[in-house]
């Protein structure tokens, strides 16, 4: 006789937006694992047709409060390759920076307040904070210098305001760049502690079989790049990325997912695809430490993710001494340009992973259309594909600790549902 | 020790941005904590509460079918709402949509528009349920919403500065940059609450916070005209993060009227 049975436990919680996760099973096998990102639409690569081509960077900004840097970053540099506009060093420096101070404030925040409760059982980075005071306090100061950057570069933390195609609105002034370096110093030792102290955790043993996918560069640790390496493929070029990489969509799902086109395979974006494939290219104090905290490299166990972050806030504290100390006031703030019609794409690396842009323009300088691939979109399969493997071990668990694993997983990726809407459900369906 | 304030934190249509500014509070968090309950922060807490609340924070717009429930259930539950940002307080960027064709703005992004549920406008929470405060922003300042909890703690009446970015803008000393580079700015139009950042940064306000009290919208634009600028330039500005709060909905309608008589008057 066959007994069907569907359970739906708690809510999705301290992710970035709201999703569920579907599970079903027939005698205790799995059947489909879907995780559901109830993303209500809300069409920026429909209402970016027809605009001029200076609104994009705020625009596309507003699709994450967490990352707008990373839209920001994204939307110039494409559109900056369709006019065929070349940044100079300096400018590209500042951008640097600005990157620096997203990537700090987005994983200090998923570090602290999202994930690092999971490894001691406690509902929230406040809670954790009742039992580690001085660790929490920590990550919230180190987090806090992350928007101080962004507020010294970009008038705020969520949607700066400065970024501008072919540069900024207004570069710093020397002295407000000086003010940061007595806070980044603390913070840059601040992130060597904290990256011990992670490295301290428990991680589950759960080691992945990852296509990584990053932007790659000979020497620098990978903001912005051209180049895309692949762990289990050829390298391609970013202009190439819709020849290798496409969105599909999925009928659980209103975010688009997407796989490598030949193979029809998941891959895995974010920081562990960065920090395998460029590590060699970290400042000393993070290479260093790279080698003495307790990591197998490679590295593929998602839970560890939280490592590989704490490593990259340790390695852009180094980036933005360096661009702090080094800083000259360039004469231009950006680089005058006449619209024309063109093609231009570009991929920056968001705090979760590779973000890319592709714009059309008119000889007016009117966006002729856009196509945007975030990086939760392009980690979704592989969400799903882990999960399937990581269920297996726990299916004689009660449903709700089932349940709190998978979050667990799920939030190791630190996906930005940003968009989302409804609650998130976890359900499992079980016929025996 | 008196009870803890119940807050709920709720997320509809929108980018997260403005519960992140709660989380940016930082070191005001932990002190926060001490008084207030987060019976209902996803974002923040896999502890979850039913209601009801004493206090809602709404962050984003109605824009689904299941919006229209969900939004009378969380009215239900609560003492006092506010709506936080331009998403929930008039609609947010999505509401670009409102004006524009809802089937070919689901076919351009989707493959399969069937498997999604949208509807074909993104609209303020107070279209659908009472609000009792709406703090602007996009996203809202963090000193703003820490003061509106504040408020709620000590039984004080919501309020927050109603005049322009404009005269934020003056008593900062900042040069205009209207008169001086003659860059179109929403600043004597937009409420203040962001520190004149745009210009600040030698660019025009683009009217994150919505329109001030007593705006002179015709004034501006007209001089704005004078100054070189086309109509056709301006549209942009008003079509924004704020596009559907009135003043700037009709501002931009105006504007691609003139627009439109100015291109046939050129034939």
Known sequence: MSESRTIRVGALTRVEGEGALHVSMNNNVIDRVELNIYESPRFFEAFLRGRPLEDVPDLTARICGICPVAYQMSSACAIEAALEIEIPTEIHQLRKLLYCGEWIESHCLHMHLLQAPDFFGYSSGLELGKHFPDEVKRGLRLKKIGNQILEVLGGRSVHPVNVCIGGFYRTPALDELESLIPELEWGLQAAIETTHWISGFNFPDFVCDYDLISISNSSDYPWFGVTMASSKGESFDVQAYEQVICEYQVPHSTALQAHKIESQTSCLFGPLARINHSRDNFHPHARKLADHVNIQWPCNNPFQSIQARSLEVVHAFEEALEICRNYQRPSESRIPYQPRAGVGMAATEAPRGTLYHRYEIDDAGLIQHATIIPPTSQNQKQIENDLRDYLPPLLSMEDDQVAQACERLIRSYDPCISCATHFLKLSIERVQ | ?267
């Open chain 2, 1 to 267: 020790m008196p009870e803890k304030l119940r807050l709920g934190i709720f997320k509809f249509a929108s980018c997260d941005g403005c519960q992140l500014s709660l989380l940016n509070a930082e070191e005001e968090l932990l002190e926060l904590a001490e008084l207030v309950e987060f019976a209902h922060f996803p974002e923040a807490s896999s502890r979850i509460e039913s209601g009801p609340y004493d206090l809602v924070l709404i962050e984003g717009s109605i824009s689904t079918p299941e919006d229209l429930d969900r939004i009378q259930q969380i009215r239900r539950q609560t003492d006092t709402l506010v709506t936080i940002g331009a998403c929930a307080t008039a609609g947010g960027i999505q509401a670009l949509r409102n004006g524009a064709n809802h089937d070919e703005f689901m076919k351009l992004v989707y493959p399969h528009p069937e498997y999604v549920q949208s509807l074909a406008t993104s609209t303020p929470i107070s279209n659908h349920v009472s609000v009792d405060f709406e703090l602007r922003g996009c996203p809202v300042d963090t000193g703003q919403l820490l003061q509106i909890i504040s408020d709620k703690l000590h039984h004080r009446k919501f309020s927050v500065p109603d005049h322009s970015v404009c005269r934020d803008c003056k008593l900062q000393n900042i040069v205009c940059v209207s008169v001086a580079r003659g860059i179109p700015c929403l600043g004597p139009l937009t409420q203040a609450g962001c520190g004149a950042i745009c210009p600040r940064f030698h660019r025009g306000c683009y009217g994150c916070f919505g329109p001030c009290h007593q705006t002179n919208t015709d004034g501006l634009t007209d001089w704005l005209i004078k100054d070189g600028h086309s109509s056709s330039q301006l549209i942009p500005l008003f079509l924004n993060v704020n596009a559907e709060a009135p003043e700037f909905a009709r501002t931009a309608a105006q504007l691609i009227r003139q627009d439109s008589a100015e291109g046939e008057s050129d034939e």
